[in-house]
């Protein structure tokens, strides 16, 4: 089942403690069909400047990525340089060049207006619900968003979420929209809000699937050498979702899947700058990842009487 | 199998959102016991002062703790107060009265030094040692340290991590023993110098454990309300060697489930202030957690060919 994804699509400048990148693709609809398009077809809509090196995109369309969805407009394409401190924790923006980003006004073409699985990247609430409104009869609607539609654009955020399957943010994000720091008490009120699911991102620290009976836990994969944060998290998205457009499933078990699919696609993301290490990532690579996420949580208890209760 | 441990006896000033307590029984030595007094019998070294309200801790003998190792020392207790930021994640020490713990030398009573499990609350790591010296033949020594001796003894504190099994520290610690930002290639770094494991805890993140050939994750329980975290790793600690002290064993996946019953304990103990939750948990409270555990993390995936990979 394939999927539609909407966000951004971007050139990024990135400084890590490992070297540098400038000028790589980036976006969260680049990252999200990187990832999901290892496991699901995936269609894309998003905007470039017409100074784009689109052929950058191929790899993706190879991998059964419709980019037909993406419009060339006349100006220059959304830049963003970004440096990450040397334990990779804190992330400062350098400078953002929004350019034809700023007046994007996602149209999703005829051919994608079937989705049944819709991903609405981070962009401003008021798009979200306008894409929504363009396709016919989703049956799985997932949203980004962040701290600055939070604050500036409530309203609109929170009619959009109540047409949303599944919220998918980072704690932060998570604990600023319900203005709660108890993350499950955050999580209910967003659940409350609409979405019944909840997918926070937590980083290093993995990630949280609240379910309207359910939390499960997925760690992070221990990497010895984080390259480049950037783009983890549209990743994980990108594996959650093409997870669950490939396995049409909707139980707690298919989003628990889900989950372990996310922090693998997130995991390898970071190994390397920009897409890198996604464009050449196998299906065997990724099967041998989610063997090794069972060793990292799993364990047999027999649970008996103590005997000094 | 009955457990040793040295450490601090306290009496907690604390202040959170929720309110404040005042002369509360605390230190590291207490919330250990409380938590492992639930799985296996503990022999308790440790100073107080002479005004210690010491008839507070019979709940521990009561629990099957052995209390003579508790020296009262001419002076005042060691007092501590504490307050603890909006979301809990901060926590800002208001004062600190070492009294007589400043002049511990803990003298291990004769009947305790056939101990077999020991472990070495957060004590100068000089002290650690010595503790060492007067054990006839433990068979797994455990300890805890902080910035305090990292920072300032790190000699001693290296000759005491090449006669430790486990180093249970928490993420900053280990970060900073290390000079590692990378927790995996922190864990290694310790591994190296001496502890064949080692248990990193991240508080509402939960807890890593790393042994030679293996990592295993366990979450912190996702509690609607944390009322109280102080204490919450000691008591981490009491319930991962009170599992170990009864079980006995002593393989991977003995210290995987180990770690699962550190994070029910942990848990439970910070639903109330002091020990107040420890005092009064049962066994079966303890059991229907674990139980719970298990859905936290578990998932049941088969790994397939992807069509798209």
Redesign the interface.
Same mark, same amino acid.
């Given at each position: 089942m394939s999927i539609l994804v909407v966000g951004s699509v971007a050139l990024d400048h990135v400084e890590t403690s490992f070297g540098s990148v400038e000028e790589a693709v980036g976006g969260s609809a680049v990252f999200f069909s990187a990832a999901a398009? &290892? $496991?699901?077809?995936v269609q894309m809509v998003g905007v470039v400047g017409s100074d784009y090196p689109i052929e950058k995109l191929d790899f993706l369309a190879r %991998?059964?990525v419709d980019l037909s969805g993406i419009e060339t407009a006349e100006g220059e394409s959304f830049r963003w340089k970004g440096r990450y401190s040397?334990? $990779?924790?804190d992330r400062t923006t350098i400078w953002t060049q929004l350019g034809v980003f700023a007046h994007f006004k996602p149209s999703i073409p005829e051919h994608f207006r079937d989705a049944r699985t819709v991903f609405l990247g981070n962009i401003d609430p008021v798009l979200q619900l306008d894409v929504l409104d363009q396709v016919r009869n989703p049956e799985l609607v997932a949203a980004d968003t962040m701290n600055f539609w939070i604050d500036g654009s409530r309203d609109p955020l929170l009619k959009m979420l109540e047409r949303v399957d599944i919220l998918m943010v980072n704690d932060g994000e998570a %604990?600023q929209l319900a203005d709660e +720091?108890?993350? *499950?008490?955050a999580a /209910?009120w967003i659940q409350r809000h609409g979405p019944e699911w909840v997918v926070v991102k937590?980083g290093?620290?993995?990630a949280?699937l609240f379910g309207r009976d359910?939390?499960?836990?997925? +760690?992070a994969y221990? *990497?010895?050498? =984080?390259f480049d944060p950037t783009g983890a998290g549209d990743a994980f998205a990108g594996g959650f979702f093409g997870y669950l457009g490939?396995s049409g499933g909707r139980s707690d078990?298919d989003f /628990? /899947?889900a &989950?372990?699919y996310g922090s693998v696609l997130g995991s390898y993301a970071v190994e390397q700058f920009s897409v890198d290490r996604l464009k050449t990532?196998?299906?065997?690579e =990724?099967?041998e990842r989610?063997?090794q996420f069972?060793? $990292?949580?799993?364990?047999? *208890?027999e =649970?008996?009487?103590? +005997?000094?209760?």
């Open positions: 398009s &290892m $496991l699901a077809p %991998r059964g040397y334990d $990779l924790n %604990r +720091p108890n993350l *499950l008490k /209910r937590k290093e620290h993995g949280v359910t939390v499960f836990f997925v +760690p221990p *990497l010895e050498d =984080v490939r078990d /628990r /899947r &989950m372990v990532l196998t299906a065997d =990724v099967n989610i063997r069972r060793d $990292l949580t799993a364990f047999d *208890l =649970v008996e009487a103590a +005997p000094n209760g």
